[in-house]
């Protein structure tokens, strides 16, 4: 099983990036998908996730700037961000867990992505 993100880059701030991340190797039914970040010297951190059903849950720093979504045909989760910020700079990780959001967001997690780094400038 692997999962795959790309579309990771320099945006100055106020900018727009997407991230997509391919999930492949296993069908994701029943899956909840979703993203986290890690910066220098703090913690992974949980950004947004998606259920199978296409419910959506996200952290207060990102809600109503960053959008999660998937094609369940494809295996694919994406983050939309819109007005970034210096402190959104970070690497970005796909996650995938059996179940729901609930379970992604305790970082009860069963797959990993190898992150994509976002670097946003002031």
């Known amino acids: 099983v692997q999962l795959v993100e790309s579309g990771g880059g320099l945006v100055q701030a106020g900018g727009s990036l997407r991230l997509s991340c391919a999930a492949s190797?296993?069908?994701?039914?029943?899956?909840?998908m979703g993203w986290f970040r890690q910066a220098p010297g703090k913690e992974r951190e949980f950004v947004a996730g998606?259920?199978?059903?296409?419910?959506?849950y996200y952290a207060d720093s990102v809600r109503g700037r960053l959008t999660v979504s998937r094609d369940n045909a494809k295996n694919t989760v994406y983050l939309q961000m819109n007005s970034l910020k210096p402190e959104d700079m970070a690497v970005y990780y796909c996650?995938?867990?059996?179940?729901?959001?609930?379970?992604?967001?305790?970082?009860?997690?069963?797959?990993w992505g190898q992150g994509t780094q976002v670097t946003v400038s002031s």
């Open positions: 998606i259920n199978w059903g296409m419910m959506t």
């Open positions: 190797g296993r069908t994701f039914n029943n899956y909840a």
């Open positions: 996650a995938a867990t059996l179940g729901t959001i609930a379970r992604l967001r305790s970082r009860l997690v069963d797959y």
